[in-house]
Every structure is written in structure tokens, then in C-alpha cells.
């Protein structure tokens, strides 16, 4: 699995579990 992937589907696992402070992050690596 790629980086990008990665990122996505934490994204998603972030969403789901309503982890504001992970997704945040998480936008915050996928931006960079």
C-alpha cells in the first residue's frame, strides 16, 4: 500500500471515529 492510500484510508478511519484531532493531522500530511 502506497503513502497516499495510507493516508486516505486513516482519513476515513479518522471520520468514522470522529478523531477531529487525528483528521486534522492527518489533512495536515496529506497537504504537505
Keep these: 500500500m502506497d503513502l497516499r492510500a495510507r493516508i486516505l484510508a486513516s ?15 492527518v489533512r495536515l500530511i496529506s497537504a504537505a
Design 11 to 25: 482519513m476515513k478511519q479518522a471520520m468514522k471515529e470522529k478523531d477531529t484531532e487525528r483528521l486534522s493531522t
